[in-house]
Each structure stands twice: as structure tokens, then as C-alpha cells.
């Protein structure tokens, strides 16, 4: 199934948290925190301005992001879970 997202939105896929710390200690799934970075999935469009002049999105399929800890709405597309949010949760994109 396909998703796309209507106006300014993005779906995020979580990255995966570290299981390990930099000591060798490892950490258990009960102690762990969802993390907050995660892909790009898909993008909407964008939003209307007061115009009604469409405003194009920032970011793009496969920019590495960074959101707020309860950003969005989590869901479940064919077995895989997503996050919904709108740009504005958005912090910012990770870069190399």
C-alpha cells in the first residue's frame, strides 16, 4: 500500500536506538527511549499561503531528520510503524 501524505506533512521511519553504550554495557528495551531522529518516507506538496500560493517543503525523501520527543501521530502500514507530522515538528535535517 502506498501513503501520501496531503499538504504540509512528512512520514518519518524511526531510526533504530542504540542497544549498547560506547562502554559495552547493554541496555535493556524496557530502559531504552523511542528515539528522536529518523527518515523521510514521503512528503507532502506543502502548504497554501494567504494567497492561496502553494508553499513547497523543505525536505525530501531520505533526508536524515531530527523531531521533538512527542512529535507526530504513530502508525502502523503494512507492518511497518511511521510517524505523521507536520514540517513544523521538524528541528532540522542531519547532515554529514
Known sequence: MKFRPLHDRVVVKRVESE????GGIIIPDTATEKPQQGEVVAVGP????EAGKLVPIDLKKGDKVLFGKWSG???????????????S??????EK
Open 73 to 87: 501521530t504513530e502508525v502502523k502500514i503494512d507492518g511497518q510503524e511511521l510517524l505523521i507530522m507536520k514540517e
Open 19 to 22: 542497544t549498547k553504550t560506547s
Open 89 to 94: 515538528d521538524v528541528m532540522g535535517v542531519l
Open 46 to 49: 506543502g502548504s497554501r499561503d
